[in-house]
Nanobody, 115 residues
Framework: AQLVTSGGGLVQPGGSLRLSCLAS????????MGWYRQVPGKVREWVAT???????NYKESVKGRFTISRDDAKNAVYLQMNNLKPEDTAVYYC??????????WGPGTQVIVSS
């Protein structure tokens, strides 16, 4: 598979999860990578970006709570999610930022924030 995500689960509000994404070389190498999320019935939305030189950007509602990082040796992208809220419940995906470089979205990883 081109993109393999993991790390989701059920967590209580205020809890933390760390998502991982392993990408193929063609998608990852030298490219800006992002995390996205989708709630059933809604459009997939962008969450965070990390450029190939480590600069980051975040959706306003996750700033200060989520941290995106990358490991070039592993073609991996991570999303550390702290202080999770019920509205963070979604299926999370990673992919290249630039549309022409993207791979298949795959199943993603489910995050459920609930007490």
């Amino acid at each position: 598979a081109q993109l393999v995500t993991s790390g989701g689960g059920l967590v209580q509000p205020g809890g933390s999860l760390r998502l991982s994404c392993l990408a193929s070389e063609s998608i990852y190498s030298g490219n800006s990578m992002g995390w996205y999320r989708q709630v059933p019935g809604k459009v997939r939305e962008w969450v965070a970006t990390i450029t190939n030189d480590g600069r980051t950007n975040y959706k306003e509602s996750v700033k200060g709570r989520f941290t995106i990082s990358r490991d070039d040796a592993k073609n991996a992208v991570y999303l550390q999610m702290n202080n999770l809220k019920p509205e963070d419940t979604a299926v999370y995906y990673c992919n290249a930022i630039r549309i022409p470089l993207r791979g298949s979205w795959g199943p993603g990883t489910q995050v459920i924030v609930s007490s």
